[in-house]
């Protein structure tokens, strides 16, 4: 996970947090035409009435105590006088900034990606209908990293900013309540089920009047999900399999609960850090990591290594375990755009079934034998 967000353009977030009463909750999902739309993301619900939305998201960063709730409404409806207090947003959306590459294929896939008009670093983007984009000057660079141009915000004047926080400090938090931009707090990166971290595909289609397409799209995504699962419902876990690499002097290994270890256990694969409690990642040192995966059968890498001698350059310790050996070393991240930006921290968290089929292909290559890798590639 480490490596996953830091090439992620991180900017400063408008941070408001408001609470929403247990029992206007209730009576929102009682009434005749409310309707969750949510099933398997933990972050984020959408209950869907006539002319409007509700949406919350909660758990938008690690040991966040609070939840954003907004509103979205069609133009000329009257919400319910207990939802005033809520941030209300216009929709469908005419323009947006986001600020997260995961972010780029949901617009492609619901075909609004026209409706971009920013975002930060524009660099990381790799999907080649939105560099067009870029390149047309119809997309302007905001800033980088955690440097937002307010300025330039305020000249684009975008109907939404869809970003994302890590944490509750925010120094630009009065810069952008002065300037007066709405802002949307999102959390599909804290998501740990590669089915909830796809379905926030459904916020973008209630932002853009396209609910019944992110559904049709999403239960299509599911499908695949299921269908490859049931390629391995019946195989023994045989690949022992080691995951990561050094980064500066520690081997950031993914822990049980993880969004990538969740793939492996579904791809049915015996991964060594599965019984580690938790989400996110673990620093062990080279010494700890070698003596519990000398024998692994599988090494999936972290990073951008493209070839085993760039591997073992990037340390010569590597040539220790069987997998350096047998060349039986995989890496996800080596697929790149045309201006650097990584395809797999991009598409991925949209397309948790292409990501599954990647590990299955490695893990049991008796199966899906006509399907090539979309992330994955072999170190040779």
Known sequence: MKYFFHKLPVVFVLLILIGCKKNEAQEVVKSATAK???????????????????????????????????????????????????????????????????????????????????????????????????????????????????????????????????????????NLKKSGLNVLIQGDWMEQSPLGKAEWIKLYGALFGKEEKAKELFDKIVESYNQAKKLVADKP??????????????????????????????????????????????????????????????????????SLDELQKANPHYSEFDAFKNKTIYNFEGKVGATGGTVYYELAPSRPDLVLKDYIKIFHPDLLTSYEFTFASKLN
């Open 36 to 174: 969750e739309s949510i099933e398997f993301a933990s972050g984020l619900s959408i209950i869907k009435n006539e002319g409007y939305s509700i949406v919350n998201v909660s758990n938008p960063w690690p040991n966040a105590k609070g939840r954003f709730t907004y509103i979205l409404k069609e133009k000329d409806v009257q919400i319910p006088d207990s939802l005033n207090k809520y941030i209300s947003i216009k929709v469908p959306l005419e323009s947006v900034v986001v600020t997260s590459t995961t972010n780029i294929p949901f617009l492609e896939m619901l075909e609004v990606e026209n409706k971009l008009v920013g975002f930060p670093h524009t660099d990381y983007i790799s999907s080649e209908k939105t560099r067009a984009l870029i390149d047309k000057g119809s997309v302007k660079n905001v800033g980088q990293n955690e440097k937002l141009n307010i300025e330039q915000l305020i000249e684009l004047s975008p109907d939404l900013i869809v970003t994302f926080g890590v944490d509750n400090n925010n120094p630009m938090l009065d």
């Open 237 to 306: 876990a045989t690949s022992k399999v080691l995951y990561g690499s050094m980064y500066e002097d520690v081997w950031y290994v993914a822990k049980g609960n993880s969004w990538v270890a969740q793939f492996m256990k579904d791809a049915k694969a015996n991964y060594l850090w599965a019984d580690l409690e938790g989400t996110g990642s673990e620093g062990l040192s080279f010494e700890k990591v070698l003596d519990k995966a000398k024998d692994a059968n599988v090494w999936i890498a972290s990073g951008s290594f493209k």
